[in-house]
């Protein structure tokens, strides 16, 4: 009995070392087998080929009237389906001759592409002329602590204008009126900062705006029949809504028309008492006037002879002494 206990045991022990050593085997080959036909581990680990360009960028930040050179400036390889319209591919262009670069007109960031409307051309110089658009023009109003929004309307930002002016004619009194004349219009210039970077506050006396030459007759003929005061634009905000004009009346009407409603404290009506009855003939009466709800009215009572009633009981007590 033991001994058949012992070749059980051992038959067993064989046939799992077996199972174990062709199981091993059919899953080696099987894994050779699905390799087999894949591609190599470098190839699938190998990047796409991308085309690029030499695109030149700038090495440190660059401001208003900085000029170029290739001391901050640097050329990168770029993808060409990544490449800004504008850039340029060498510094032959930009830089020209030596003594007569071209020059930032525009904030350029280190690491940032160089865009041609960003800098002037060759032999340029940090310039308000350099900035204006095709088809516009400079034009300068004069502007104070209030009507320049005490200095926060810098270079870059956007601006309505409006005009303020007497329309009175011959006699007639004063007759204010207030027009917006232009919307959506871009500083150019702070007195005779051009920067667009700047960033302190700064009341100053005449603001540059870019306009149209239609509209910079406006502002010509605006500046010498009234008074022309800025109102800031939130940045990005390109909506022109129709406005029309203001006077000094309709002023006063709005005001009314917006003016919240009071609620007054309103007495309870009074309701007049009935009439009084008529003093019985013979009897002494006397006139009362009495005010109700702010009417007066005059009324006849039954007058009481009080010192009459008073005097009766000294009368008894002197006879009863």
């Known amino acids: 009995m033991r001994i058949n206990t012992l070749v059980t045991l051992g038959a067993s022990a064989a046939f799992g070392v077996m199972s174990i050593i062709l199981a091993r085997g059919w899953i080696n080959d099987a894994v050779s087998a699905r390799y087999a036909g894949a591609p190599s581990g470098p190839a699938l680990t190998a990047p796409a080929s991308v085309n690029t360009v030499p695109v ?29 319209a504008g850039s340029f591919s060498s510094f032959s262009f930009m830089l020209g001759d030596a003594q007569a670069p071209a020059v930032v007109l525009t904030a350029v960031r280190a690491n940032e592409p160089v865009l041609d409307n960003k800098i002037s051309g060759p032999g340029g110089r940090g310039s308000l002329s350099a900035m204006i658009k095709e088809g516009y023009r400079a034009a300068s109003i004069r502007v104070n602590a209030v009507a320049g929004v005490a200095g926060f309307v810098l270079p870059g930002d956007h601006v309505d204008v409006i005009l303020t002016r007497d329309t009175a004619t011959g006699d007639q009194a004063r007759k204010l009126t207030s027009d917006i004349i232009l919307q959506n219009i871009k500083v150019l210039g702070a007195d ?130």
């Open 56 to 84: 030149v960028v700038a090495d440190i930040d660059l401001n208003f009237g900085d000029r170029l050179d290739p001391q901050n400036l640097r050329i990168v390889d770029m993808p060409v389906d990544a490449v800004p």
């Open 192 to 321: 005779q900062n051009a920067d667009q970077t700047a960033a302190d506050v700064q009341v100053v006396g005449t603001v540059t705006l870019e306009v149209i030459p239609a509209d910079a007759q406006k502002l010509v003929l605006a500046m010498d029949i009234g008074s022309l005061s800025l109102t800031l634009r939130q940045s990005g905000e390109t909506v022109i809504t129709p406005v029309a004009s203001l006077t000094e009346k309709s002023l006063m009407r709005a005001q009314t028309a917006h003016a919240p409603t009071r609620n007054y404290y309103k007495r309870p009506a009074v309701k007049k008492a009935d009439a009084l009855p008529a003093p019985a003939a013979g009897v002494p009466t006397a006139k009362v006037n009495i005010i109700r709800s702010g009417e007066r009215e005059s009324v006849s009572v039954r007058k009481e002879v009080i010192g009459r009633q008073s005097a009766a009981p000294q009368m008894a007590g002197g006879a009863k002494g």
